[in-house]
C-alpha cells in the first residue's frame, strides 16, 4: 500500500518512515474523476424473420445503436496510508503509558500503593521499587525518544 506525507502531496519511501516518531493513519486519495453522462436511448430496426401464407409474419427487432443508462458523476479512489508525526503531547503520553506498562510488568496498582504507604517502615522494599521505576523509565525513554533526549 502506498504511503504519503500528511499533505498527501508526495509518497514516501520507505526509509523516510519511522515508527518511533509517527504512525500510519488509513486514508483515501481521488484517482479519476468520471463525468455523469446522460442516457441514450436504444436505436435499432425490424427485420422480418418469416413471412406466412396467410399474411403473419415473424419480425425481430436488430440494435444499430446500443442504450446507454445515465449515470451520475462519481470520484474513484485509491486506499492508502498517511504518515502523521506525533506531536510532543502525543510522544509524552506514549512515554507516560510505557513507563507504567513497563512498572504494571512487576507491581500491580496495589502493591505499588502498599509500598508507598510504608515507605518508612519498609525502606529497603521501597528502594528497590523506587530503583526498579527509575530503571523503567530510562527504558521507556530510549523507547520511546531514542536519542532525542
Not at 116 to 141: G, M, P, V
Request: with cysteine; proline share 3%.
Amino acid at each position: 500500500m502506498k504511503v504519503f506525507n500528511e499533505e498527501k502531496t508526495r509518497q514516501l519511501e520507505a526509509n523516510e518512515i519511522n515508527l518511533k516518531d509517527g504512525y500510519l493513519r488509513p486514508d483515501k486519495m481521488v484517482v479519476a474523476h468520471h463525468d455523469a453522462t446522460e442516457a441514450i436511448p436504444e436505436q435499432g430496426h425490424y427485420e422480418t424473420v418469416a413471412e406466412y401464407p396467410n399474411g403473419g409474419k415473424d419480425i425481430k427487432w436488430i440494435v444499430d445503436v446500443p442504450g446507454v443508462d445515465a449515470k451520475d458523476a462519481y470520484d474513484e479512489y485509491e486506499e492508502i496510508q498517511v504518515y502523521v508525526l506525533y506531536t510532543a503531547e502525543e510522544k509524552q503520553r506514549l512515554y507516560e503509558n510505557k513507563v507504567d506498562s513497563l512498572i504494571r510488568s512487576k507491581y500491580t496498582l496495589s502493591q505499588e500503593l502498599a509500598i508507598l504507604r510504608q515507605q518508612e517502615s519498609k525502606s529497603d522494599e521501597y528502594k528497590a521499587y523506587f530503583d526498579f521505576c527509575e530503571q523503567c523509565k530510562i527504558n521507556a525513554r530510549k523507547e520511546i525518544y531514542g536519542d532525542e533526549i
